[in-house]
């Protein structure tokens, strides 16, 4: 089942700007540990998806979230995944094996003790 909406309300989308630098979304949010984006990208459904059944599966869950449009434009600085509630080994491999789905340089990162 492909990750597109079942009706749009205009048959074509204007492509938008992926200049600049990611102002919201740069930060941990929820989890202890995320996976960032270094660069800009347009990425598609269908890498959301394997990164997130890579996480899941690696965590031994069954998570579910799903993606909303054919696109994400990514800045850099945004917070693309974020895990919690495991240890940082298992954080670091999970999100690891998700950067391999994406096209674009990613880097972990975790939130500081006491913040």
């Known amino acids: 089942m492909p990750l597109i ?7 074509k989308v204007q492509r938008g700007s992926r200049k600049g630098r990611a102002t919201a979304g740069d930060t ?4 202890e540990f995320g996976l960032q984006a270094l660069d800009r990208a347009w990425i598609k459904s ?4 394997a990164c997130r059944v890579a996480i899941n599966r690696n965590l031994k869950r069954k998570g579910k979230g799903v993606p909303e449009f054919w696109v994400a434009v990514v800045k850099d600085g945004r917070m693309l995944f974020e895990v919690g509630g495991v240890p940082e080994r298992m954080a670091r491999e999970s999100l690891r094996l998700a950067a391999s789905k994406l096209p674009i340089p990613t880097r972990f990162v975790m939130r500081m003790p006491g913040g």
Do not use: M
């Not at 269908?46 to 998806?49: K, P, T, V």
């Open 5 to 11: 909406p079942s009706r749009v309300k205009y048959r």
């Open 28 to 31: 941990l949010a929820f989890g």
């Open 46 to 49: 269908n890498q959301i998806e």
